[in-house]
């Protein structure tokens, strides 16, 4: 394990800035790393999370798009000690380098480096905010040192249909990187000896902090896209020292060999939509209940789930089965079933719910059937309301997918059903 030294000469540089299209309309008035996850988290907590536990303790984030509610969740939240140089810090887009706003991933790094200045570290760790993960950041910061790398790069397996998401790597048998393409949209080189699976990059970067910013530098002098993916690791890979770290390897305590390996992009609905369902089965894939690995987010004073109503002979029974709810539900003779239930959720009687992710504050009407379906926070539903039954019907009022999964966005108004 790397000595103290080298963690307090870490800084941590979290990139919090992008847009989420492919998730909208989860994505209309926040940004993607503020999108609500796991009944009581945002998005962002796991990484934030896996840098605390880790023991890194000099955290920057980055934000651009759409970022007050982020900012908000962050400060309120994240509230280390100063006094000894911890700090989680927030910190928006403010066209240092010129009037223009962030160009890509780079270049957000590159338009902070006074911030790296500032602080003078010997090594950079600049991860994404927008994946749902455990990592201890240690193990891949001791490859990145013994091998006295230029750069590392957090990389994973994934199938090779889903090659055209990632940014592909090629290694040699000592991880060193022997080829990078981002997102091919065909010919992806495989894995030897797994020609169905792609050695894909996390987009988590280990970097020499005076080799990044001189590769930062003299990027920023051409006319491009300004991009880690697309550009800085294809330059630097047959030039400098670059390795691959395998995740899958990564060890965190307290967790089980199923657990081994988990991380999600959850960068489209469907993606989101599956990561958080895997957090209901008997033994979930992401384990949110490891008590050496503790997940944190912003307190709540509420008061603990309610369910009320046993009457079996009219089927009044407020009941949950594989299914998350959060403090603050009332669960009040409607029934639940596979589904992430946030904070101050209701569900009157005779409901069915089932396979959902109902956000903060949704409130379900009397007789209403929900199925398949997201609904965001606020969202108020009529009693006698079917959403996720009729797809036809859905898609003339809400977001649907191809595989047909219902999104109501925050602030739908959903007009009551006239019964005669």
Partial sequence: MPNVLARRSVLTMILAGGMGERLYPLTRDRAKPAVPFGGRYRIIDFVINNFINSGFFKIKILTQFKSNSLIEHVTRTWR?????????????????????????????????????????????CVFGGDHIYKMDVNQMLQEHLTKDADLTIATIPVPLEEAHQFGIVEVDADWRVTGFVEKPKEGAKTIPGRPDMVL???????????VMIDVLQRNALRDSAHDFGKEIIPQMYGKQKVFAYDFAQNEIPGESEVN???????????????????????????????????????????????????????????????????????????????????????????????????????????HSKIRRTI???????????????????????????????VVVPKGAVIEEKVTT
């Fill in 80 to 124: 280390l000690v100063p006094e000894v140089g911890q700090y989680v810090d927030v910190v928006p887009a403010q066209m240092r380098k010129g009037p223009f706003w962030f160009r890509g991933t780079a270049d957000a790094v590159f338009q902070n480096l006074e911030l790296i200045f500032d602080e003078q570290p010997e090594v950079i």
């Fill in 200 to 210: 894909a990059s996390m987009g988590n970067y280990i970097f020499k902090a005076a």
């Fill in 260 to 366: 081994r390996g988990y991380w999600r992009d959850v960068g489209t609905i469907d993606s989101y939509f599956a990561a958080c369902l895997d957090l209901v089965s008997v033994t979930p894939m992401f384990n949110l209940y490891n008590p050496r690995w503790p997940l944190i987010s912003a307190p709540m004073h509420l008061p603990p789930a309610k369910f009320v109503f046993a009457d079996s002979k009219t089927q009044r029974i407020g009941l949950a089965t594989d299914s998350m709810v959060s403090d603050g539900v009332i669960i009040s003779g409607g029934t639940i079933n596979r589904s992430v239930l946030h904070p101050r959720v209701r569900i009157h009687s005779y409901c069915e719910v089932d396979e959902s992710v109902l956000m903060d504050g949704v409130d379900i009407g009397r």
């Fill in 375 to 405: 609904i965001d926070k606020g969202v108020k539903v009529p009693p006698n309301t079917m959403i996720g039954y009729d797809l036809e019907l859905d898609r003339q009022r809400f977001t649907v997918t191809d595989s047909g999964i």
